[in-house]
């Protein structure tokens, strides 16, 4: 039997874009029934142990996500052999966590928006912005969230 697919997302902090995209990928991955392991880490570890960011936290429960539970924590070694889809939410996580795997796990890393039907590539840090900021982090991240759970559906099946 197959294994359940895991998925982790990462960004700078781990406390603005990766974990409104675990918040926002918990609740539609159950939705479709799809059975996956999510978290999110972060590249540097600035805030471990924190909860989300605040302003994150507000534009995510106001959309109807749950940040229940979520642990600011930094990519670990083992994350590379452990989880199947390594998703950065920009180019310079996504170097960073090439500079931080060993080769023979680099075809699991891959931008998150690759699975979005959207012009932009990265999702922007929106830690020194505006509420604005936060809202267009959600509204892509439910893009790529949908886009990666069709993806799901079609190996899985
Ligand atoms: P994130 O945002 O990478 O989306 O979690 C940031 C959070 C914290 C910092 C930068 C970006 N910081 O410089 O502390």
Redesign the pocket.
Known sequence: MKQTTSVLFV????????PSAEAVFRKKAAESGLNIYIDSA?THG??IGKPA?KRSQAAGVERGYSFKGLKCRRVDESDFERFDYILA?DNSNLSNLHGMSPSQYHHKIKLFLDFADVEEQEVP???YGGKRGFELVLDLIEEASDGLIAHLKQTQS
């Not at 960004?11 to 990766?18: A, K, W």
């Open positions: 960004c700078l902090g781990n406390i603005c874009r990766s972060g600035y805030h960011d939410m840090d929106p830690y």
